[in-house]
């Protein structure tokens, strides 16, 4: 599908966005136009080969410090910003869309848990696009089990060791520095105190990177395993307080990492919807074409609702946190339905197009490869389940928008101001 140079946004979504989101959407839809859908079937045609010219173009917009606060050099345009770029750019290129929105996750991290200095020290130079990040918190054994990792940090003098292997690390290939989340509590503390939170440069001894192998989809990113042999890294690289690694990891995951995966999911459902109503539209059947058939007709309307639905959760929910309103609920329910009706579209889709849909390099594959990506980032539906289900029964544990929008780092005066 070639990008339209620009899409004004649905009239459904127009009470969360400002003029200056409108533009923001006018300005990503004309990048992805001009510099993304070129791109997008060469990604595809290398799959071993990580992408890193778009990230660079993207840099140099700034568009990784898109909630980075103006004091450290960002934009300060907050959540329904992100979205907006995430959602834009995954239209046309989801694995482009992923490189973004690796960076955000940790980016956001930082913005609540590192100190003054620390931010200081490390998100100028994201904003001016010359470091991007990941953050590392899956483990080979461990998966989704955030309690089970085995990487442990030990203080030695005034610095940390680090020994462990994380997996599946979004940006892992292109981030100069990891945002680590590794154990330094003895066995039987609970995952609640046992865990804490380090940034490590790439470039430290002791850190190697696995060889980037290409998934079923999403090419063009990478998604890798990086291996700690006895990484030293100083006691300024430890973010928020010894203990607080499960709060940074849940926290950056609910907030920033529901929402963009949300995000992704609703670029690649209109990506599916576009594709397969311009196949029914000109797929001659009888005296008329596919569009005519009624009961396609009703796996259209299908789609159309579960798209229409998905783009409303979607930006409803980041524009709550926005509001600075409790809405964890929310961005977990975005996260989980977005996938799942996407995914359901693609499947549709699949069928909708026949056998044409089975033809090598057709787009529809893409997207249907794509979207089986969005599934276990940022919590796999049996989590986001178990979350929900949390929420209905009153239990929820820490209401992460509400705890973290009382203490927004960018409501902090700068100490250092006279
Ligand atoms: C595209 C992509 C990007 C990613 N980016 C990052 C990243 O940047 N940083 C990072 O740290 N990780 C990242 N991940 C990893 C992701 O967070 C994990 O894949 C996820 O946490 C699930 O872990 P797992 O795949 O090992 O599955 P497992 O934990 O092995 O789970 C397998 C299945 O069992 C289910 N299951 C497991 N435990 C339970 C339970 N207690 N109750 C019910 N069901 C359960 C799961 O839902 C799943 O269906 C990424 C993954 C992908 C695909």
Excluded at 92 to 115: D, E
Aim: glycine share 8%; proline share 5%.
């Amino acid at each position: 599908m070639s990008a339209t140079p620009t899409t004004p946004p649905p009239p459904a979504l127009r009470p969360y966005l400002t003029a200056r989101h409108q533009r923001l959407w006018d300005e990503a839809d004309a990048f992805a136009a001009e510099h993304v859908a070129p791109r997008a079937a060469r990604m595809e045609a290398a799959p071993g080969k990580v992408e890193r010219k778009v990230a660079d173009l993207m840099a140099a917009r700034r568009w990784f410090a898109v909630t980075v606060p103006s004091a450290f050099g960002g934009l300060d345009a907050g959540h329904v910003a992100k979205t907006i770029l995430i959602h834009r750019l995954a239209r046309v290129s989801a694995a482009t869309a992923a490189i973004l929105q690796a960076t955000l996750i940790p980016v956001g991290a930082l913005l609540h848990f590192a100190t003054y200095e620390q931010k200081n020290y490390w998100l100028p130079r994201v904003a001016d696009g010359s470091l991007l990040l990941s953050i590392a918190v899956t483990e080979p054994q461990a998966g989704g089990h955030i309690g089970g990792m085995k990487t442990v940090a030990e203080h030695a003098g005034s610095e940390w060791v680090i020994t462990g292997s994380k997996s599946h690390i979004g940006n892992s290939h292109l981030a100069g520095a990891h945002l680590i989340v590794a154990r330094t509590a003895e066995t039987g503390v609970s995952t609640s105190q046992a865990l804490t939170a380090f940034m490590i440069e790439s470039n430290r001894r002791g850190l190697s990177i696995s060889r980037h192998r290409p998934g079923l989809g999403l090419h063009g990113f990478t998604a890798g395993r990086l291996d700690l042999d006895h990484v030293r890294i100083p006691q300024d690289n430890l973010i928020g307080e010894i203990g607080q690694g499960l709060a940074v990891a849940q926290s950056s995951s609910i907030l920033y990492g529901r929402p963009n995966l949300a995000a992704v999911s609703l670029g690649i459902h209109e990506a599916v919807m576009a594709t397969t109503t311009a196949r029914l539209k000109t797929r001659p059947r009888y005296r008329s074409t596919l569009s005519d058939l009624p009961v396609l007709r009703d796996r259209i309307g299908g789609m159309e609702a579960r798209l229409r639905a998905s783009r409303i959760l979607t930006y409803q929910a980041v524009h709550l946190l926005d509001q600075r309103l409790p809405c964890d609920a929310d961005l977990i329910n975005a996260k989980y339905l977005g996938h799942q009706w996407a995914a359901q579209s693609a499947q549709d889709a699949m069928e909708l197009h026949g056998a044409h849909a089975l033809d090598r390099d057709y787009l529809l594959q893409r997207l249907w490869r794509d979207i089986q990506h969005t599934y276990p980032p940022a919590g796999t539906g049996e989590v986001q389940r178990i979350r929900l289900a949390d929420a209905a029964f009153h239990e929820d544990h820490i209401q992460w928008s509400e705890h973290l929008a009382a203490e927004a780092a960018w409501a902090r005066p700068d100490p250092t101001a006279a």
